[in-house]
């Protein structure tokens, strides 16, 4: 059933981006100024990833299937298939009325409606799939079925899913959030580009972690942490609040001390180096908390993260991040301290960058963002996989974390007590009781 999570996944950030066009619309109603750009990039997300995506990969298989399988699907199927027949007349209405509205021939009041109007009908849409329709497949469909369904979505090389359509979804998204207003995005007036590339072979371990414990006093923190990294995987760390998930990526980047086990990172042991000897071999870290120089200036906070790297190379390295988060460059001397927390948590991930990490250490990167934020993180660190960038990702929203995941592994209290890939432990009862609240 693995074409029911990517749906559902889908309907997550479909809702999100409801969500922030109805908060945008409230603030269009209070008086703020329409912005073309920002709705425009809405659209075109809908138009390529919803409209001409997700809506026939799911009329083709999943509807066409259920309706062997249940009469009573009937009834449901043809209305929402009538919904994405008519989604695309809806979006080109919505597109002249924002014409209209920003030239001045339709008020923002009026405006604001047509778009509230719109999110409710995707609302009630995605409400009906997931209430009536994912319940009816899971009981109706067999085994047969869900193979023919899961090899279309899971189909790396269609032109409309595969790999190659999901990098370009990513983007349009990225500009989505980059346009998106303060409140509840990044308030760029540019874009800039994620630039995606392929990934190297995973066959390499770099980061071999062996017995691993620390103490805070008398309470061990830690209790015998091993666990293994290769080159290009992304590696989720999971648990809950107190489970020692930021102990050990401190004691990892050599700011907690470790009183027992050893750290190999591309072969060298690395337990008895400092911090800043760590970061120079490649290991950087974007903190919990972004914990950004709130006096210093976004600009400097950057250089900062490029001071163990030539200077030859700092110029380039600041244009690839201004290209990625053009909020940044266009507040490039303003003190990191004024950013939004979303801007900070973009300015904290760059910071990382600069240090042109082998391995990137993210700690808890979705904490406190609003939802499209959240979505936007979890879509730059896709992005850099898809780079092949080596990520350690310690993260309390577990299941964004897994989904992305190669590998996962569960910390309950200093200990790890599961180990697999992404899609195993989601799919594991114990975790799913435990951490994904299903």
């Known amino acids: 059933m693995e074409a029911l999570r990517i749906i559902k996944d889908e309907h997550r950030n479909l809702w999100r981006i409801a969500t922030t066009v109805d908060l945008v619309a409230d603030e269009i109603e209070a008086g703020s100024k329409i912005d073309p750009q920002f ?21 083709d298989f999943l509807f066409r299937i259920l309706r062997t399988r249940s009469a009573e699907a009937a009834a449901i199927l043809d209305r929402l298939q009538t919904e994405h027949r008519n989604g695309p007349e809806n979006l080109t209405r919505l597109r002249e009325q924002l014409k209209s509205a920003a030239g001045g021939e339709l008020n923002n009041a009026a405006f604001a409606a047509a778009l509230r109007t719109y999110t409710q009908g995707l609302k009630s849409h995605v409400g009906a799939e997931e209430k009536e329709v994912i319940p009816l497949a899971r ?77 805070y006093g008398r309470i061990k923190a830690l209790k015998g942490i091993s666990l293994e990294v290769r080159r290009g995987e992304t590696v989720a760390l999971v648990g809950a609040n107190g489970a020692g998930k930021t102990t050990f990526l401190r004691t990892l ?139 350690f990702l310690v993260e309390q929203n577990a299941f964004a974390a897994l989904a992305i995941a190669d590998r996962g592994y569960v910390l309950e209290t200093g200990t790890i007590t599961l180990t697999g890939t ?15 609240g299903m």
């Open 253 to 391: 980047s050599g700011v907690q001390p470790m009183s027992a086990g050893s750290i190999r990172f591309y072969g060298e042991d690395i337990g008895a180096l400092r911090s800043d000897m760590r970061m120079r071999r490649g290991i950087c870290q974007s903190p919990e908390g972004r914990q950004v120089f709130g006096p210093l200036s976004i600009e400097d906070n950057l250089r900062l993260g490029a001071y163990t790297q030539p200077k030859s190379q700092v110029e380039s390295d600041l244009d690839m991040v201004f290209s990625m988060f053009p909020i940044l460059k266009e507040k490039r001397r303003l003190p990191a301290g004024t950013l939004s927390g979303g801007q900070q948590q973009m300015l904290a991930i760059s910071r990382a960058l600069m240090g042109r990490p082998k391995m990137l250490l993210l700690d808890e990167p979705s904490m406190g963002l609003a939802p499209l934020l959240v979505e936007e993180v979890f879509n730059v660190v896709k992005t850099l996989k898809a780079q092949g960038m080596t990520i």
């Open 139 to 215: 009981e109706m469909l067999n085994a047969a079925d869900w193979a023919e369904i899961d090899g279309a979505f899971l189909n790396n090389e269609d032109p409309l899913f595969g790999e190659k359509a999901k990098a370009e979804f990513r983007e349009l998204f990225h500009r989505i959030v980059s346009l998106a207003p303060e409140s509840v995005g990044l308030g760029a007036h540019s874009t800039g580009r994620l630039q995606p590339s392929a990934a190297p072979n995973k066959a390499e371990v770099v980061l071999s972690v062996s017995g691993m414990e620390s103490c």
């Open 422 to 436: 992404g899609q195993e432990l989601i799919s594991n009862e114990q975790v799913r009781a435990a951490y994904l």
């Open 39 to 59: 709705f425009t990039s809405v659209f075109d997300y809908i138009e390529q990833f919803i409209d001409r995506s997700h809506h026939p990969k799911e009329d």
